[in-house]
Structures are given as structure tokens and as C-alpha cells.
């Protein structure tokens, strides 16, 4: 099959909808398709937002293209007659941020009849898919709420997933992810200052923020924890991550109401090790069941530390949760197979 | 600096422009900066959408970006205020290949007042060739300097021993006329040989090869490589021949077949149509210009291989008419960023 898969993206910044674009060619190449990626630059500016638009719908792509597979916005206002979504998000400030501090424009009636013109192009667009996928069932609910569209959650696998295996349990709990106000690596630091055995942290990535990891290093300073935290703030290459999630006792993740699951979360899971998350996590919460993959808490340090402590003192249940962890993604069919079946037929 | 590499693309088609700036990016990261591709679809067919794709290009927006290199029409309308362009080619249906037709009368005057807006501002203007310069010129009044294409991956094309085959390499089709190749071959003595290899554009330019290949008799003295062969695999083919040839109708540039040969050290024959390639191509001196049909085909291909001590005097001066030109990448790199 001939198939092409439009995206937006930024230039000369990584992360986005890059890693599922990326995977989702090198798959559809692997079982013998022929894969166009189409990637066009999107400026997040509303003033900039409907020319923008209007681009993407000016893009003629021949009919000889037999599947036209589209991402991020506003890729999926390209016309085609095979054209089938993934829709990863909306443009949130228009949406469920409309009105929060996240949102630039001003709540005035040019803007509301601005957001009101956004959502009614955004829907024509969505109807004229022959499906629509999402990555999580809360980009699924925005849709059903937004723009009156039905959905299905396809959730995105990992690339060459079986890399990741089950090796030890030594005594740390690992968090690797970018090192973000977001994604609450504090949280896990004012943790350990209240756990009552030796568990250990241990936390890795690059960051955007400096000030952030800045107070990283004050937190783990003044509670005295140099010697069971360890912290690199560090790019972690593909061979060390695998090593890491094989050896570590669990692994955290704990971002702010984010919309999918999240990578470090299956990378948790492929290496049958629980996880540990907040119930605020948002699409985490999609993957991680309390008591049963890993641990739901209050986003606490006190009810985090009473996991890590758990985890630490007895380690058939920990293992055994990861064994769990391990069928819950067969559990919700997360594969490449599930992918291909859904996106091509 | 972080460098954007605009470019065109027709999906599912690879081909010289395609890889130019592939190198070209690979090329910018060597020299020390960032570079990315960014690759706009665009498809001629039909032409009332033309405008609608024009627009496409204006209303795209970038940030976080230092500089645009535009290669193509329209892609090099993308909006940016620090742009260089390397134009390879503009909507010659428009230009120098105008029909006349009343249809595209509009066209004509909407693509040549937006292209003259375009270009107006430029303050860094290259084409590939100087058919492309003098055309940019004729019909837009605008001057520009010309920019060679390095050869790339230049460390492949070594050259090596000379083995008596003649080597056609490039995309196989009716404009590069590999069948007279074969013709001529039915006319040569039965020490000369000749391989072709590449892509064919379509099946029946492939079915044209085999069938005249077949009702010839040539099998024996003839290798036919079709399909999309890698890098290292027509660089062999390249350094072993005794020479290659060549034979586009009126290309714009000087071809990277025969700039690949060039390189090799390999005496290069071509067309007296062949356009552009006549700026390398000189005959008795770097290889041979003839009248394209297989009779004078046929007597060169011969004296190619059967004078092989006066071919590879020939060779040499091709190579050294070739770097005479100074196209390198780091040295393209350089003026396109300065």
C-alpha cells in the first residue's frame, strides 16, 4: 500500500508527535508498505492559526495515495478521499484550556466567535475522515464533547519493545523522563525524606528548565539525601535506559494531567516493573491500576513514600505487580499489529 | 546557525533534487550547524490548482529558524526573512516551455508576477547552471549567480582499473535514451560491452530495454541493472569502466552521471543535444560529442574501448575540467551560508 503520514512540527525541536510518526513508518516499511512522510511547520499562534490552516488544506495530495494517515493539528484538515486520523490532541488553548492561564487570548466576544470558527473547521475537518483514532480516552472525550465526533483510543505502542526485559531488583525506584516543573521529580525527592527504609531514587534526563533543576538539587541538599538519591541530569542513551528499567526495584511517573500514558510507563511495563503514579496523572491512569500494576497515590510526598516503603519491604509483591504490569498491555491489545489492523483496513 | 532546507515533493518520487538536498543537509551538519529538510508536497496535475498551492507556501509559518535555503518552485515562496535561494529549477511549463495554450495565458502572467515578487527581495540568488541563470534572467529580468552541485559522496567515485564495458548509469527513460546505447552496441565489435544500470521511470521504458536487448542479440555483451541500486554498488560499476556515457536530451545541468564519471577519471560520451553536459563534455578532449544515433554511437563506443590508452588520457582531462569548476560540498556550504 501506498500510504502517506502527515504531521505538524516544529523545527529543530524534538519530542511531539515525532517518536509515533517515526515508529509508526519504520513499521508499515518493515511488513513492505511504501511510506511518504509528509511533516509541515505549525507557528502555536493564534493569530498566525487559520493561515496556517488554510495551508495545510491547500496541500494536494494525488489520489493514487491509497491511505492518507494524519497526526498532529492542523495536519488533519489535508484533504483526501482515504483519509484516516490520529489524533493525538486538539489546539488545547482553544480547547479544554479555553479560559485557564494556559490560554493567550483574552475571553472577549472577537475571541469566542474566533474559538467558535476553530472548533466548527476543526469538526468539518474530523467528518470528513474515514475514522478517527486518538491516543487516550481523554482526547477521545474532548472530541465526543467538542465536536460531536465518535472515536476509538488506539493506543500508541513502543518501538522494538521486546529490547526491554527483566533483569534484578536492586533497591531503587526509577524515574527517567525529561526533567520538568511538570512532571513533578520534587514530588518523588520530598518523598524520600519520608520513607522509613533504605529504598533508593534515582532520577535522569535532560531539561528545559534549569531553575527546576536547580531546585532539584537544593531539595535533595536539604533533606540530606545524597546518598540514596541519585540524580543525572542527563541525556540517558537507548542501551543504559534498557539496563536501567531491567535492574530498578519500580519506576515512577507522575506528570500533571497529561493526556496519554506516556512512554517511561510502557517502558515500565515491557521490563515487568510496577509503576508508580498520582491520581492526578491523567492518562496514566488509563494504564496503571492501584495495587494491581503499580501504585495509584494522592500526589503526596507522605502517601509515596508509603508505596516506595511497600515495594521496598516486600518484594514478591513487587514482582509479581510487574508481572502484571506486563499482561495490562496485552490486556489493552497495545501493539504494532492492533495499529496496523486499525489504521490500513 | 539552524538551517531549513526548502525543498518540493511530488510523493513517492525520489530523484536528483531529492538527493541534492539530502546531501546538502548532511553536508551543512559536517560544517558545524543544524540543518533540517523540509520537504512541501506539490503536484502539477492539475494546473487550476497551482495558485491554490502557491498560497499553501505563502501562508506556511516558521519560527526557531535561522535561515531558509529554497530550491524549488513554490516551495520557495515559504516566507522567511533571512532566505538564500539555490533555484534548480522554476514552473518551466510557464517559461521556456510555454505552449501557448489560452489556459495557461493566466497562469503565466500570475506564476511570473509572483515569482519577480519573490525574487525581488532576495539578496542571495543561485541557480544550478547557467541554463537555469540565463532563463531566470530572459524571463524575469532578475541576475543571479551560478552555484555548481557538487558530485555527492564524492570519496565513492575513486575510479580504479579500467575493464572494456561502457557504463550508462542514471534513471532509465525516453528523454535519456539508453535504447540507442544498446542499438549502437548491436553495432560494435564483439570486445565491447555495456552495462546499464538504474531506475526505469516506467514498465514500458524497462520492456524497451529488454525487448530491443532480446531482437538485437546482444545479451552476451550487454548487462542490464534495473532498479533502484544503492550508492556503493554504481560507484563500482563507475570506477571499473573503461568510460561512460550519457545521453539526456537537453539537460539543464551538467548531470550527475557524467559529473559522477568526471570524477572517476572516466572519458565521458554524450549527445550533441545533450545541453548542459557540453560544458564537461568536450569532445576529443574529455570524451566524445556525437550526433545521437547508433551509427556514431556505435564508433565511438569502439574506439573507446579499443583505443584504451587515448580513453584514459581522456578520462583524466575530464577529471581535472571537472574540479577545475571547484564545486565541493564544503566550499558550496560556505557560500550558501555567508
Redesign the interface.
Given at each position: 500500500m501506498k500510504i502517506a503520514l502527515c504531521t505538524s512540527f516544529s523545527p529543530f525541536c524534538l519530542g511531539g508527535a515525532r517518536n509515533i510518526v517515526d515508529w509508526l513508518e519504520l513499521t508499515l516499511l518493515e511488513r513492505g508498505h511504501q511510506v511518504e512522510k509528509i511533516c509541515l511547520p505549525h507557528v502555536d499562534d493564534p493569530k498566525l492559526l487559520f493561515n496556517q490552516m488554510a495551508s495545510y488544506r491547500w496541500v494536494n495530495l494525488p489520489d493514487s495515495i491509497d491511505k492518507v494517515i494524519c497526526f498532529r493539528p492542523p495536519a488533519h484538515v489535508i484533504p483526501h478521499p482515504n483519509k484516516v486520523l490520529w489524533f493525538i490532541h486538539h489546539i488545547r488553548a482553544m480547547y479544554d484550556l479555553w479560559g485557564s492561564k494556559y490560554c493567550p487570548m483574552p475571553n472577549t466576544e472577537e475571541a469566542r466567535r474566533f474559538r467558535k470558527a476553530l472548533i466548527s473547521a476543526d469538526t468539518a475537518a474530523l467528518n470528513e475522515a474515514k475514522k478517527v483514532f486518538t491516543n487516550s480516552k481523554v482526547v477521545s472525550q474532548r472530541l465526543g464533547k467538542y465536536n460531536n465526533v465518535q472515536s476509538k483510543v488506539l493506543y500508541p505502542p513502543l518501538f522494538q519493545a521486546e529490547k526491554f526485559h527483566y533483569a534484578r531488583q536492586n533497591d531503587e525506584i526509577l524515574y527517567l523522563c525529561r526533567v520538568e516543573d511538570h512532571k513533578r521529580q520534587h514530588l518523588l525527592v520530598e518523598a524520600m525524606a519520608h520513607t522509613r527504609t533504605a529504598v533508593k531514587l534515582r532520577i535522569a534526563g535532560v531539561s528545559g528548565s534549569p531553575r527546576y533543576v536547580k531546585r532539584l538539587r537544593s531539595l535533595i541538599k536539604k533533606h540530606g539525601l545524597s546518598d540514596r538519591v541519585v540524580f543525572n541530569n542527563c541525556y540517558v542513551s537507548e542501551e543504559e535506559k534498557i539496563e536501567l528499567y531491567a535492574s530498578c526495584l519500580a519506576v515512577a511517573y507522575l506528570p500533571l494531567d497529561e493526556d496519554s500514558y506516556g512512554y517511561p510507563s510502557l517502558e515500565a511495563s515491557y521490563s515487568c516493573k510496577p509503576i508508580i503514579t498520582t491520581t492526578d496523572a491523567g492518562g496514566v491512569l488509563e494504564l496503571v491500576q492501584h495495587n494491581t500494576n503499580g501504585y495509584v497515590c494522592e500526589p503526596d510526598p507522605k502517601a509515596l513514600a508509603a508505596a516506595m516503603d511497600e515495594l521496598y519491604s516486600d518484594r514478591d509483591a513487587a514482582k509479581k505487580q510487574g508481572v502484571n504490569a506486563r499482561q495490562r498491555i496485552e490486556e489493552l491489545d497495545i501493539s504494532w499489529d492492533n495499529v496496523v489492523e486499525s489504521l490500513l483496513s | 546557525m539552524?538551517v531549513?532546507i526548502v525543498n518540493n515533493?511530488e510523493?513517492?518520487v525520489w530523484g536528483g533534487g531529492e538527493e541534492l538536498a539530502v546531501n546538502l543537509q548532511r553536508n551543512i551538519i559536517a560544517a558545524g550547524h543544524?540543518a533540517?529538510l523540509?520537504?512541501?508536497?506539490?503536484?502539477y496535475n492539475p494546473p487550476e490548482?497551482i495558485v491554490?498551492?502557491m498560497?499553501?507556501?505563502q501562508?506556511?509559518?516558521?519560527?526557531?529558524?535561522d535561515k531558509v535555503i529554497a530550491l524549488k518552485f513554490p516551495a520557495y515562496m515559504i516566507p522567511h526573512p533571512n532566505k538564500t535561494f539555490w533555484i534548480l529549477h522554476q514552473f518551466r511549463q510557464v517559461y521556456d516551455l510555454f505552449d501557448g495554450r489560452p489556459e495557461m495565458q493566466e497562469l503565466k502572467k500570475l506564476i511570473t508576477k509572483a515569482d519577480n515578487m519573490t525574487f525581488s527581495g532576495a539578496s542571495r540568488l543561485f541557480t544550478n547552471s547557467n541554463i537555469t541563470k540565463d532563463r531566470l534572467e530572459k524571463y524575469n529580468g532578475i541576475k543571479s549567480k551560478v552555484l555548481l552541485p557538487p558530485v555527492n559522496q564524492p570519496e565513492l567515485f575513486t575510479g580504479g582499473d579500467s575493464q572494456a564495458y561502457i557504463f550508462a548509469g542514471g534513471r532509465i527513460n525516453e528523454m535519456k535514451r539508453q535504447y540507442l546505447l544498446i542499438e549502437a552496441l548491436a553495432k560494435t565489435p564483439s570486445n565491447v560491452r555495456l552495462i546499464i544500470a538504474g531506475p526505469p521511470d516506467t514498465e514500458k521504458d524497462k520492456d524497451q530495454l529488454l525487448s530491443l536487448a532480446e531482437k538485437l542479440e546482444v545479451g552476451d555483451r550487454l548487462k542490464l541493472d534495473l532498479g533502484f541500486l544503492p550508492r556503493e554498488k554504481i560507484a563500482d560499476y563507475v570506477n571499473g569502466a573503461q568510460a561512460c556515457a550519457y545521453l539526456p536530451l537537453d539537460e539543464d545541468s551538467l548531470g550527475y552521471v557524467s559529473m559522477e564519471a568526471a570524477t572517476a577519471g572516466k572519458a565521458i560520451i554524450t549527445g550533441a543535444d545533450s545541453g548542459g553536459l557540453l560544458n564537461l563534455v568536450k569532445n576529443d578532449i574529455t570524451g566524445w560529442v556525437v550526433q545521437p544515433d547508433a551509427f556514431e554511437l556505435a564508433s565511438v563506443m569502439t574506439e573507446a574501448i579499443c583505443n584504451k590508452q587515448r580513453t584514459l588520457e581522456k578520462g583524466i582531462a575530464a577529471r581535472s575540467l571537472w574540479n577545475s569548476f571547484g564545486a565541493t560540498w564544503p566550499k558550496t556550504v560556505e557560500r550558501l551560508l555567508a
Open positions: - | 539552524k531549513l515533493m510523493p513517492f543544524s533540517e523540509l520537504r512541501i508536497p506539490f503536484a490548482n491554490s498551492q498560497l499553501m507556501c501562508n506556511l509559518c516558521l519560527n526557531n529558524v
